[in-house]
């Protein structure tokens, strides 16, 4: 488990983090958002040691990191590169190897993960020479190589066509599968709604919100409901503590005001014939977010 | 997780990073073509700058002399001239008007004549022919001087010319290697694996070993060439200078190699490389002019061999001009060793904090704050 406890990063004067606290459980995806410029970077940065907080710790299973524990994380920087002009196989073992692998375990990870990625054909070409798509595969076999035992990756999703964001998904699921902690930020929130368990919500260097997807959309769902029935749905409007949003035909939304008066509406509408659906409406990560951050 | 049964992750020593960066550093340099061109012209100019010199050496002609009768005994005598025999005056007169000689000796007509033997030339003295036929006075001279003045600067001039050539190559190189890093964000990958210090001391290290492999390789080929070219009293006097340069180089090229490092830094563009690193190249130019315009001045000299920038340079020419106690190389060396650990610790400082700041060029006080 990984532990970020009351870190505060100042640049000079300017406060980029006050105070931010959470966990990446083993084995949670957990997505990190926030706008531009709310800190996530700067978060990522602190926990890979890149840079040092002012104060507050980062722990792993409730220990400070160490400089050498830092050689188990991997980490996608959100400003990508690799040396232009290196084959991509000889990187991948170069990074692997300062990461402490034995040379046998570097090549071989390698091999793998170019396999898994569909970069097998290309290990021997330099970085410079690859299409954009495929650098970007190249960056996450080099957090990858190594066999980190957690994950940090800023933007892994940023710049990569629809196929390739279905292979790393499913490789990022894979290690979260085996145990991982696995920590993420993206600007695509269609995504981190798919594929998060936790969520963490940073804004102006706070953290905001975080906690599991379905504990906050729990909290931040409002008291709305969808109805769908057989005949028509008109009758709503004069049910007591209750206000209709939207009626068209078969079909309503409503809130009520307690949960006693959307269940009266639902036993009358069973009582007049058939109900298709009846449903409280989930906020969309899109909606969380505006709300959290407002 | 997969990797749990595996021993894997066993934290690479300091040292063992740096040894995989140099590592990655001299494997870089090697693929380079634009390095190993650069290379084999340096060693070809080194061989044939000895080729040259012994050439030179070796065609040296004697003066041609014309002589006449009793002159001949007196300029044989000499062992200086080739010597062409004429049976006249006249006749020997022709061969110095239409070039065949450069001078003629022939008896003195003037019974006066302290040597008996008149000098004749065609349109002016011929001072080699004069004073290799005058009779001097004894000379004593007080400090002979222990190498010969032309010979001094030469040798001079060759450590300068290598030192500026190596230095501003491979300082170069490491700024530009500092900069690519820094340029396509690798190097935050980078900071997140090894220490910032490990990262400098393995570029500087693997520099410093491409930098200082070349220094010897055109030492050893000099070397073997005045050898093979028969220049062995030449090589027995430029020996132990070259022999100092080296050890001198090694330090004084990693104090250099820090300095490129920590002042490429600060910049995030290889356009900007240039400019930013340009005072450290006054640094490196400033032995070099030193020893062209000063290479015969025992005072600036010996300054110039303590000060750590220009030892490299300075302590070698004073040792091959004989100028230099034998505890001074040792005592400079020491100077040049701790200047250079105070330049690391203090490039290393502005080296990782300016390492993530993109963008504008970062402010040496900044640097130095963090």
């Known amino acids: 488990m990984l532990d970020i406890r009351g870190v505060t990063k100042r640049y000079g004067t300017r406060e980029v983090l006050t105070d931010v606290s959470f966990t990446v459980g083993d084995g949670r995806m957990t997505g990190f958002v926030g706008a531009n410029g709310a800190g996530k970077t700067t978060t990522m940065r602190i926990i890979l040691g890149v840079l040092s907080p002012d104060s507050g710790t980062v722990l792993i299973d409730g220990v400070p990191v160490t400089a050498s524990d830092r050689r188990r994380f991997g980490y996608m920087p959100e400003e990508r590169g690799l040396y232009p002009k290196m084959k991509v196989a000889e990187q991948l073992v170069y990074l692997a190897r300062l990461h402490g692998l034995a040379p046998a375990f570097a090549r071989r990870n390698t091999d793998d993960l170019l396999e898994r990625l569909g970069l097998t054909e290309r290990a021997s070409d330099t970085v410079e020479s690859l299409s954009l798509g495929n650098q970007q595969r190249a960056q996450i076999a080099a957090a990858l190589v190594h066999d980190p035992e957690f994950l940090v990756l800023d933007e892994p999703f940023s710049g990569l066509d629809p196929l390739a964001v279905e292979v790393v998904m499913s490789v990022l699921t894979g290690y979260a599968a085996q145990g991982a902690p696995v920590l993420f930020s993206s600007h695509q929130l269609d995504i981190v709604e798919r594929l998060c368990d936790d969520l963490v919500i940073i804004a102006d260097g706070e953290i905001r919100a975080h906690g599991s997807r379905e504990a906050l959309r729990e909290q931040h769902s409002s008291p709305r409901f969808e109805i769908r029935t057989a005949g028509d749905t008109g009758w709503i409007r004069s049910q007591p503590g209750v206000t209709v949003i939207d009626c068209d035909g078969d079909f309503a939304v409503f809130e009520s005001e307690t949960d006693a008066a959307s269940q009266a509406v639902l036993h009358r509408a069973i009582a007049l014939g058939a109900v298709h659906a009846f449903s409280q409406q989930r906020p969309s990560l899109a909606t969380i977010f505006k709300e959290v951050i407002a | ?300 000299l010996a300054i110039m061999s303590y000060v750590p920038f220009s030892a490299p340079v300075g302590m070698p020419v004073r040792i091959f001009l004989g100028q230099a106690e034998w505890w001074e190389p040792v005592l400079s060396l020491v100077v040049l060793a701790l200047s250079t650990m105070v330049v690391i610790l203090i490039g290393s400082r502005i080296y990782s904090n300016a390492l993530l700041r993109m963008g504008a060029r970062v402010s040496l006080r900044d640097a130095l704050k963090g």
């Open chain 2, 1 to 300: 997780m997969s990797n749990v049964t595996r021993p894997l992750h066993t934290a690479p020593t300091f040292a063992q990073s740096v040894w995989l960066v140099s590592n990655r550093e001299i494997t870089a340099r090697l693929r380079s073509k634009s390095f190993l061109i650069a290379t084999g012209i340096l060693l070809l100019i080194s061989v044939a700058s000895v080729i040259v010199g012994s050439l030179a050496s070796q065609n040296e002609s004697l003066t041609k002399v014309a002589v006449v009768g009793t002159a001949t005994s007196v300029v044989e005598q000499t062992n200086a001239f080739d010597i062409v025999e004429s049976d006249t005056v006249t006749g020997a007169e022709a061969l110095v008007r239409d070039g065949t000689v450069d001078a003629a000796v022939v008896p003195s007509d003037n019974a006066d004549s302290l040597l008996g033997i008149t000098v004749i030339a065609l349109d002016s003295a011929p001072l080699d022919v004069l004073g290799t036929l005058s009779v001097g006075p004894d000379v004593k001279i007080l400090q002979p001087a222990s190498q010969n003045g032309f010979l001094a600067y030469l040798v001079a001039i060759g450590f300068g010319i290598i030192f500026l050539m190596s230095a501003t190559t491979f300082g170069a190189t490491i700024a530009q290697s500092v900069v690519e890093e820094k340029q396509t964000r690798i190097v935050e990958i980078l900071m997140s694996t090894i220490s910032v210090r490990a990262l400098l001391a393995g570029k500087v290290l693997g520099n410093s070993l491409m930098a200082f492999g070349q220094i010897v390789s055109i030492g050893l080929l000099v070397s073997i060439g005045l050898a093979v070219t028969g220049q062995r009293l030449l090589l027995a006097d430029v020996g132990p200078a070259i022999i100092w340069f080296a050890v001198f180089f090694a330090f004084g090229f990693v104090l250099l190699a820090a300095l490129y490092a920590a002042t490429a830094s600060m910049v995030s563009r290889q356009e900007d490389v240039g400019s930013a690193t340009s005072p450290v190249l006054f640094l490196v130019m400033i032995p070099y002019f030193m020893v062209v315009f000063f290479n015969d001045n025992p005072l600036v």
